[in-house]
Structures are given as C-alpha cells and as structure tokens.
C-alpha cells in the first residue's frame, strides 16, 4: 500500500531556532501534499496545500513566513518552522495524494516541543 | 455548525460488542473518508466511500448519498480498537478534507 514517511518524528528545539521536517511518499508520486497541526484533543487543522514544483497555498491565518513550505520533488515536501516559540508546539502531520484521486495517505506525525 | 457532524463525541463499550459511529455532512461531496488515529499516533486511513459499502476484516463503512450521512460500524470490538474515528469529506470537487471533530472510542476487556 501507498506508504508518507515523516522525519524526524519527534523534535524538541529553543525558541528562536527553525527546525524543518520532511515528508516523504516512499512508493508513489505525490502530486499534491497537506500539512496539517493537531493541538492535544483537537482535531486535524489544515496549513496549507503543496503542489509539486509551485508555492503552497497557505490556509486563512496561517503566516507563510513562518511556516515555510518545499515541495521541491513528486515524493518530498518540507516544512519549516521558523523562529520557532513555544506555541508553535504542535503535532504535525503531512498527507499526500495522487494524480485523479481523493484518496489521501497520511504521514505517522512529527511531535514539536519549542522550550 | 460544522459542515461535518459525528456522533456520539465520546463511546465506551465492553469487548465483543458492535460499535456504530455516525457522520453526517451539509454539502455535496466527491467522497467520504473513515480515518482511525490511537492517542499520540498518526493517521490511518480505513476507508474512503462515495457510494454504498465498504468491507475489511472486522469494519463495515456505508454512506447514503440522499440522506447525507455515513456509518462506520466495528463488529465483536476489542480494546485494541480503542482510538479517535474520524470523519472527513471532499466537498464538491475540492481535494481539501473537511473533518468531522472525532468519536472516542473506548473498548474495555
């Protein structure tokens, strides 16, 4: 089955400081990829939308600046928090899908604790 | 009112017993998708439906298109089943998933 990898997953880093996480479609070609947070009991809230080769499409209120989004590949998609703070803290989780499809497979997350 | 409404929030049940978690939607959709997420784990997709009924091991999933809503049922559950459901749809040709706020599943030994 189509399996998204991410990495690292989990990452505890100082405030101020940027930490990027990957994510990957190990068997198929992703044309477009998600990233999603999740705050502890919530449910799954979209960032922003990335297709191959173009800039993501970011979700109302979430800063672009700060969350830097490369999908530079059909298998690879990086986000990137920047100056990272506290309440950046989040569960997040990427999700790929392929060409002419709904269906969307999802990354196993990447815990972030900004100290 | 969120265009994805589950019930019931919060479901204990003991082993063996048959579970229903309902989803009902206000727009059209392209599909529906039954997601399963165990606390502090990722996602995991178990079905996505647009029509009728889907079947894998001891999960059953319909969705009647007319009347806007979906099922997902777990037969002779087991505490392993213990997890957050999800629902989540693809409103009109919209690749974007609107989620449904989860059910709470709780099996007990």
């Known amino acids: 089955g189509a399996v998204v990898s991410q990495h690292p997953s989990w990452v505890i880093c100082k405030s101020g400081t940027s930490v990027k996480i990957e994510c990957r479609s190990l068997d198929f070609q992703a044309t477009t990829m998600f990233w999603y947070r999740q705050f502890p009991k919530q449910s799954l809230m979209l960032m922003a939308t990335s297709n191959e080769g173009s800039k993501a499409t970011y979700e109302q209120g979430v800063e672009k600046d700060k969350f830097l989004i490369n999908h530079a590949s059909l298998t690879l998609s990086t986000l990137t928090v920047t100056s990272a703070h506290p309440e950046d803290s989040s569960f997040y989780i990427c999700s790929a899908r392929t060409e002419n499809s709904y269906e969307q497979y999802f990354g196993p997350g990447t815990r972030l604790t900004v100290t | ?109």
Not at chain 2, 30 to 36: E, I, K, N, V
Not at chain 2, 89 to 105: D, E, H
Request: glycine content about 10%; some cysteine.
């Open chain 2, 1 to 109: 009112k969120n265009e994805v409404e589950q019930s019931p929030q919060n479901l204990t049940a003991q082993e063996g017993e048959f579970i229903t978690i309902n989803c009902s939607y206000s727009v059209g959709i392209s599909a529906l998708h039954w997601l399963q997420q165990h606390p502090g784990g990722g996602i995991v997709s178990l079905f996505m439906l647009s029509s009728g009924k889907k079947k894998h091991g001891r999960l059953i999933a319909t969705i009647n298109i007319q009347e806007k809503h979906s099922s997902l049922h777990i037969t002779a559950s087991h505490p392993r089943d213990s997890a957050v459901y999800i629902c989540a749809v693809n409103g009109g040709s919209n690749y974007k998933l609107t989620f449904g706020k989860g059910t709470l599943l709780t099996v007990n030994p």
